[in-house]
């Protein structure tokens, strides 16, 4: 029989390999402990749900086309400007606009090793060709990234802290990266966990966007902010390239809940302070806890940590993602990523830590067996 005819998309973009999120639900009934998505375990400010709620009454009005209240939030509390603020449906959005607005079939655009898997989606669907630059340590390497620069490139994706690893360039070799880069390539700074670092030579990305013409910075009220399910991000650029953005992102692209609730939230800087309290403290204890398992744990900076396995039959991350599931909890697969061997956990409740902890400790001292 002849094949069906029918439109096809462009060239390459059934070469994209689907972003895959972390696992959410399990077969059988009963809840999930929930730690492979980075989701906050505190959830979102009680003020947030309030004005979330408070929306319900105006949802035949369109809300403002720019997010205007937003930006002047956020502009308020970081003391920025809110021409160049860019809001958007979660990050995601923002990073496939600019490599929308900046990238080409011919282009060049490069991300580290094990950088966050939608730079390359984002490239690729534009027609682009992504361009991965090895790590060193599971870090990005500035002078790795430098070397890949020809005179194709046009944009330079950096996770700052990166997932899936959790580590981090300092603010020094930020600045380094950007001034080996020729000035029309842009440099993203995606500072997605930007609020988890407590490191003093950190800098999430004001001060280079604020001080060069090809810097940008994504941030997202996904994580510590605990409002993932309202897709909502923001995006501190260049005027020229806030300019861009805004001719080709949808005319009201953040909703009016959005709106309000990262308004509020942003108001309740207790409630994220708490947040990053928690994480800090369990983000340390989990680490020490689990290296004494016998697990080897990269040094994170973000709110989760990546947790590499034996090669050892009934050993592996499969042995243990596959344990962990029967427990009805739920790690990151990060094959995809380039880490077969290992396992991403989120920094969870104080109860999802520990129930995650005392299965692991099952898992690695059950002697090459399933464990039980
Ligand atoms: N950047 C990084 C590094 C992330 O891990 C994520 C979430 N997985 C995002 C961006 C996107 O977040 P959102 O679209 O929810 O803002």
Redesign the pocket.
């Known amino acids: 029989m002849a094949a069906k005819r029918g439109p096809t998309p462009r060239p390459g973009i059934l070469d994209i390999a689907p972003y895959v999120p972390g696992t959410s639900a399990l077969p059988g009934a009963g809840p999930v402990v929930k730690l492979s998505?980075?989701e906050t375990p505190l959830g979102p400010s009680p003020r947030a749900v309030e004005a979330y709620l408070a929306e319900a009454s105006c949802l035949s009005r369109y809300p403002d086309g720019s997010a205007r209240p937003l930006r002047e939030a956020l502009a308020k509390l970081y003391g920025l400007d809110p021409g160049r603020i860019v809001c958007g449906?979660?990050?995601?959005?923002l990073?496939n606009l600019l490599a929308a607005s900046y990238l080409g079939p011919g282009d060049e655009a490069i991300y580290s090793e094990h950088g966050?898997l939608?730079y390359r989606i984002a490239i690729q669907a534009r027609g682009a060709t992504p361009v991965a630059a090895q790590e060193t340590d599971l870090t990005a390497d500035v002078d790795a990234i430098l070397t890949r620069v020809t005179d194709k490139t046009r944009m330079v994706f950096i996770?700052n802290p990166?997932?899936p690893t959790g580590t981090y360039l300092s603010f020094d070799e930020v600045k380094r990266l950007h001034a080996g880069l020729p000035e029309h390539v842009i440099l993203v700074l995606?500072a997605?966990?930007a609020e988890y670092v407590r490191a003093n030579d950190y800098e999430a990305g004001i001060e280079l966007v604020a001080t060069t013409q090809n810097t940008v910075m994504?941030r997202?009220?996904?994580?510590i902010y605990g409002l993932?399910a309202l897709?909502?991000?923001w995006a501190y650029c260049p005027a020229p390239i806030a300019d861009a953005l805004n001719r080709i992102r949808g005319p009201f692209n953040v909703t009016g809940p959005s709106i309000a609730a990262g308004i509020a939230a942003l108001q309740d800087q207790p409630h994220m302070l708490a947040a990053v309290e928690h994480n800090t403290l369990w983000r340390g204890g989990m680490a020490e806890a689990l290296t004494g398992l016998g697990l080897r744990v990269t040094p994170s900076a973000a709110n989760f940590l990546l947790l590499h396995f034996p090669k050892a039959n009934g050993k592996t991350a499969h042995d243990a993602d596959k344990f962990l599931h029967e427990r009805r909890i739920v790690l990151r697969r990060v094959d995809e990523y380039g880490f077969p061997d290992a396992l991403r956990m989120t920094i969870g409740t104080e109860d999802e830590n520990r129930v995650a902890l005392e299965a692991l400790t099952t898992f690695m001292g059950a002697n090459g067996k399933s464990g039980r």
């Open positions: 998505s980075n449906a979660g990050s995601d959005e990073l966050f939608v996770a990166n997932n995606d997605a966990y994504t997202t009220f996904s994580k993932a897709r909502l991000g």
